[in-house]
C-alpha cells in the first residue's frame, strides 16, 4: 500500500458502471487506499429501457455489420464482467461529489469538459481520473489533475490500437494479447502507458473467452498505478511507433470471425 494515497476521480458516461471496472476500482481502494472524491457524469446518460435503444442505435451506426454480434453479447445476456452496476449500490461513492455536465464538442472530432467541470475537479483536489465513458476527450480535462486521465485498453497499443476488445487478437490467431492502461492524450489510444500486461490466449476457443480473460485479468492494473503514479521519481513510458488503428469488422470479417467462433465452440463441446 502506497503511503500518499492518491484522490481520485471517476468520468463516467452514466450512472452505472461495468462489473469489470467496479471491481478494479475496488482493488485500488483496498490495496492502496484510494479515496474516491468526485464523479462527473454525462448528463446525456440513461439507463432505462430508452436508453438502452438509443445507445443501441447509436451503436448500430457506428460499428456496422458488427453491431447484431456486439448487441447479443452485450444486451441479450451479458457476460458477468460486463454486467452493469448502479453506482447508487457502491458504498465507497456514498460521500462522493457527483457532477452532472453535458460534454462538449471539440474542434475537428472528440469531446472537452465544460469548464464548470475542469473547476470542480480542480477544486476536489483530484490527483487522477479514471475515464469509462466520454468517448474521446481533448482539452483541459488531460492535464488539470496532476496525474491527468486514466483509461483502459484492452490491447497493446503497440500493435492493437482501436476495438473491439480482443476480437483482431483471435481472428489473426494471436498467442498473447495486451492490455494497456495509459495516461490520455489527444492521440486516440496513443496515451503514455502506465501498466502494461501481456495475456496468455492461446488456449482459447472464441473471441468471447479472449475478451473474458483480457478484461478479468486487467483488473488489478489500476491498483498497480495508483501506486506507481504516488511515487515521485515514476515516468510513464513513451510509445515511440504506434500500432495499427483497427476498427468493428465490416461484413465479411464479421463472417469470417463467426464462422471461427463457431468452429471454437464446437471444437470445445466435443473435445477436440
Same mark, same amino acid.
Given at each position: ?11 463516467l458516461d452514466g450512472p452505472v458502471m461495468r462489473r469489470w471496472a467496479v471491481d478494479a476500482v475496488e482493488r485500488a481502494i483496498e490495496r492502496e487506499n484510494v479515496h474516491v472524491s468526485t464523479v462527473i457524469l454525462s448528463a446525456d446518460g440513461r439507463t432505462d429501457s430508452v436508453g438502452t435503444l438509443r445507445r443501441y442505435a ?24 460486463? *454486467?452493469?452496476? @448502479?453506482?447508487? +449500490? ?6 462522493? *461529489? ?8 471539440? !474542434?475537428?472530432?472528440? =469531446? %472537452?469538459?465544460?469548464? @464548470?467541470? /475542469? ?7 483530484? +490527483? ?7 468517448? /474521446? ?13 486514466? @483509461?483502459?485498453?484492452?490491447? !497493446? ?11 483482431? *487478437? ?11 492502461? =495509459? ?9 503514455? /502507458? ?5 495475456? !496468455? ?6 473471441? =468471447? ?6 478484461? *478479468? ?8 498505478? #495508483?501506486? %506507481?503514479?504516488?511515487?515521485? @521519481? ?13 476498427? #468493428?469488422?465490416?461484413? /465479411? ?20
Open positions: 500500500m502506497t503511503t500518499n494515497a492518491l484522490t481520485v476521480g471517476l468520468l447509436t451503436s448500430a451506426l457506428d460499428t456496422g455489420a458488427w453491431a447484431p454480434v456486439l448487441a447479443a453479447h452485450q444486451l441479450v445476456n451479458p457476460p458477468t464482467y460486463l *454486467e452493469p452496476v @448502479s453506482i447508487d +449500490d457502491l458504498p465507497w461513492l456514498d460521500d462522493a *461529489e457527483r457532477v452532472a455536465i453535458h460534454p462538449e464538442p471539440a !474542434d475537428g472530432f472528440g =469531446q %472537452r469538459l465544460p469548464a @464548470s467541470a /475542469i473547476d470542480r475537479i480542480d477544486a476536489a483536489g483530484v +490527483d487522477v481520473l479514471f475515464r469509462r465513458g466520454f468517448g /474521446i476527450l481533448k482539452g483541459d480535462v488531460l492535464t488539470t489533475p496532476p496525474h491527468g486521465v486514466l @483509461s483502459y485498453h484492452h490491447g !497493446d497499443v503497440r500493435e492493437y490500437r482501436g476495438r473491439p476488445p480482443g476480437v483482431w *487478437e483471435f481472428a489473426n490467431g494471436e498467442r498473447t494479447a495486451g492490455v494497456t492502461l =495509459q495516461r490520455l492524450t489527444e492521440t486516440l489510444d496513443g496515451g503514455e /502507458i502506465v501498466v502494461e500486461k501481456r495475456v !496468455d490466449i492461446d488456449d482459447l476457443a472464441t473471441w =468471447q473467452a479472449v475478451e473474458r480473460r483480457l478484461f *478479468e485479468r486487467s483488473t488489478d492494473m489500476l491498483a498497480t498505478a #495508483c501506486e %506507481r503514479l504516488a511515487e515521485p @521519481s515514476f515516468e510513464p513510458t513513451t510509445v515511440e511507433a504506434l500500432g495499427e488503428l483497427y476498427t #468493428c469488422p465490416g461484413p /465479411i470479417a464479421t463472417t469470417r470471425i463467426e464462422l471461427k467462433n463457431a468452429i471454437g465452440r464446437m471444437g470445445r463441446r466435443f473435445g477436440t
